[in-house]
Nanobody
């Protein structure tokens, strides 16, 4: 599994960004795909996850109603649509994958990681 994240950038508060995570090596079947973020000076934290096979999703409370995680079979990608962005969403965002079906939060449960993409939300 080789994950590549893209789509970060600079946006004003209230704006939107769309992050994508693609696997160049294989299908994402039998995997749970997750997004994490790390703000300056803080630990990396879980944001959202989706089970590839049935689309079940899970969100951290701070992004519920603003972020949407989805999958695209044709493109073999997972997308994180981020709306109503706040300055506190500023972080480096990482996509990750774990084998199995459980949607888990700890980063130690994830087996594969992509490179980060910077999201900066200005006030």
């Amino acid at each position: 599994v080789q994950l590549q994240a893209s789509g970060g950038g600079l946006v004003q508060a209230g704006g939107s960004l769309r992050l994508s995570c693609a696997d160049s090596g294989r299908t994402l079947s039998n995997l749970v795909m997750g997004w994490f973020r790390q703000a300056p000076g803080k630990d990396r934290e879980f944001v959202s996850a989706i089970r590839w096979d049935d689309g079940t999703t899970y969100y951290v409370d701070s992004v519920k109603g603003r972020f949407t995680i989805s999958r695209d079979y044709a493109k073999n990608t997972v997308t994180l649509q981020m709306n109503s962005l706040k300055p506190e969403d500023t972080a480096v965002y990482y996509c990750a994958a774990r084998r199995g079906s459980l949607l888990l939060r700890p980063e130690t449960e994830y087996d594969y990681w992509g490179q980060g993409t910077q999201v900066t939300v200005s006030s």
